[in-house]
């Protein structure tokens, strides 16, 4: 066996720089935060080769006076903790001290920084083997750090670099994640000599607009929740707004970008019944709370977090999105094409950015609350005058409640009124903007998934009892489901509404079903139900299967394709959807409607030119 010895400090450093340096983005991302953590009000960024060949960052920051400096390129040097107690209370971006001293030993480093009490600035270089002394310098208050050829003298870790252009993108994206967390810093990211992005301070809602586009901008709803000293804020795109990628996801804690699977999938629940399975949503959120009661000092990386109370932040950051979510769609938040055309920072100036939602197509829907706004009362009372009377029609055949279709002058409908139907598929609407195009499945299939909801939270499903039982030849396992629901007194199809009866060992009958789902297929609905109870077992199927459950039976529920619906039918459905939660949505994350405009229409068909 080889004796143990004490690793050189140069080959420590190279090792961890293994760790903290992945790439130039990684470096960049350690340079700016230090800028930060020293109260810098304005960051210039330029890079060459993709960061490679060089990558400086300047600020106007406070500066490291003379008598430390010959500890900022040191291993373990740090300024921001100095016992366990700061540690455990950390609240700087940088706390290590493994940061300057690993880029430094994996490069050509200059260090130029100036404190406001010095009369000039100190120059300390390193050629990755060791520090030179410091020697005088020119620069106004502030720190210049450039960092040349990195792992030059590491060949191996060298060649795992890739290309330019994808080198310089991780660096884009590190230079984006910073400056989405500070809005009220000013940014200048410089690629080869050219400028690329100039951001000033400003407030966060301009800031998002200006690094992800107008596209998000025009689709995100605001949070804000605040609880037990948490608070959650920020902006995330609406479900119709979705990516095929994650990478417009971002999420601070206490001003940190992190990638921790507890948030993740606490968002995820939060949109789990509105978006579609293979798309995924786009986001700007920051959690605020002690720092006391996170811990990040995890990985060399801090991009990953441990909270003290794991469970209390994943309720919390699931309901405050839910909550926002949970709004009844309508039309605001409106970017036209036009608009964002003469905009630099929509997505033709964000080639990664995808685009998607209302500029690609003359159609749109976003967010607004259908509930409240009633300054078109005076439009529908002129469109729709003498039509009350089919309004307060009712269709007992279809079960319909047409209640919510009768009109009164203290009521506003932005959805419109219906004007005619499509192939028994879309439901045309016609309302102060222009044209709504609805599809009636999906509405309708939203709108029942949000009544079984509500009714099984409050365990008050009511049955239909069947005047016939509706009887069918069911296999084994369908047999024994019913007969182990039976040996428990059927506890969890009557929570779901439901009472099966066995007549033989090869038959059951469905005697009730839930009065909202009585025109469904019963054999077909209580086959799906009992294939759920019989895969996850009732509790599971009851609380984490719950909503993939209640929206395979509102799917059953929902008005069919190539129905004929009467326009009072129509309306009533319209109505429904301006009073329930997410209606903009079917419980798959398809949209359930879209606007068009009288300016879209004109536009298509050239009127006016």
């Known amino acids: ?29 350690e340079l700016l935060e230090n800028s930060l953590d020293a109260g810098s009000s304005d960051i210039n960024v330029s890079l060459l080769q993709g960061g490679v060949k060089q990558l400086r960052v300047a600020d106007n920051g406070q500066g490291v006076p003379f008598r430390d400096l010959a500890l900022a390129l040191t291993r373990h040097a740090t300024s921001k903790i100095g016992s366990l107690d700061d540690l455990e209370n950390v609240a700087s971006l940088g706390f290590r001290g493994e940061a300057l001293a690993s880029i430094a030993s994996v490069s050509r480093t200059h260090f130029i920084s100036r404190d406001a009490t010095e009369k000039h600035a100190w120059r300390v270089t390193s050629d990755g083997h060791h520090i030179e002394t410091p020697e005088p310098a020119a620069l106004d208050v502030g720190t210049i750090v450039e960092v040349n050829d990195l792992y030059f003298n590491t060949p191996a870790r060298r060649k795992f670099l890739k290309t330019e252009g994808t080198e310089f993108g991780h660096c884009e994206d590190a230079f984006k994640r910073i400056a989405l967390s500070r809005p009220d810093v000013s940014f200048i990211l410089q690629h080869n000599g050219r400028a690329l992005m100039r951001l000033i301070a400003s407030e966060p809602e301009k800031r998002f607009f200006e690094v992800l586009g107008a596209d998000f901008s025009a689709e995100a709803l605001n ?29 601070y804690v206490n001003g940190r970008f992190v990638r921790d699977k507890l948030i993740s999938h606490a968002i995820r629940q939060a949109y789990q019944d509105v978006m579609h399975g293979d798309r995924h949503p786009a986001f700007v959120l920051f959690l605020e709370l002690d720092p006391s009661l996170v811990d990040v000092n995890v990985h060399p990386s801090k991009t990953e977090v441990r909270f003290r109370d794991g469970q209390a932040v994943h309720r919390f950051i699931f309901h405050a999105l839910h909550k926002a979510l949970a709004k009844p769609s309508g039309i605001s938040n409106l970017v036209t094409a036009s608009q964002a055309a003469s905009n630099p920072f929509t997505s033709s ?151 099966i009866a066995l007549l033989s060992p090869t038959t059951l009958a ?23 109870l019989r895969e996850y077992g009732g509790s599971r199927a009851l609380t984490e299967r719950r909503n993939e459950m209640l929206g395979t039976m509102a799917c059953h529920a929902a008005v069919r394709a190539n129905r004929s619906l009467a326009i009072p039918e129509m309306n009533a459905l319209l109505r429904d959807m301006e009073a329930t939660e997410r209606s903009g949505q079917c419980n798959h994350g398809r949209p359930t409607w879209f606007q068009v405009t009288m300016a879209e229409l004109d536009k298509m068909f050239m009127r006016g030119k």
């Open 349 to 499: 100036a964000n080639p990664n950015f995808e685009n998607t939602g209302a500029l690609t197509f003359p159609t749109f829907q976003s967010q607004m609350d259908l509930r409240s706004d009633r300054s078109n009362i005076d439009f529908y009372e002129k469109m729709f005058d003498g039509m009350e009377q089919g309004f307060r029609s009712e269709d007992a055949a279809t079960g319909v409640s047409l209640e919510s279709a009768s009109r009164s002058s203290d009521q506003n409908f932005p959805l419109g009124f219906a004007v005619a139907q499509i192939h028994g598929v879309y439901v045309l609407a016609q309302n102060s903007l222009g044209l709504v195009v609805v599809d009636m499945h999906a509405a309708h299939e939203r709108i029942m998934y949000e009544h079984l909801k509500n009714a099984l939270d409050e365990e008050n499903v009511p049955m239909q009892p069947l005047l016939i039982p509706v009887s069918f030849q069911a296999d084994r396992l369908e047999v024994a489901t019913v007969q182990d629901e039976l040996s428990n007194g059927q506890s969890n199809l009557r929570q779901l509404g439901f009472e």
């Open 510 to 532: 469905v005697r009730a079903v839930p009065v909202m789902l009585q025109d469904a297929d019963a054999v077909a609905l209580a086959r799906d139900v009992l294939r759920d």
């Open 1 to 29: 066996m080889a004796a143990i010895r004490l690793l050189p400090d140069l080959l420590i450093s190279q090792i961890a720089a293994g760790e903290v340096v992945e790439r130039p983005a990684s470096a960049l991302k």
């Open 223 to 251: 949070v804000d929740e605040s609880a037990s000293g948490l608070r959650f804020w920020g902006m995330t795109a609406k479900p119709t707004f979705s990516r095929h990628t994650r990478d417009a996801q971002y999420v």
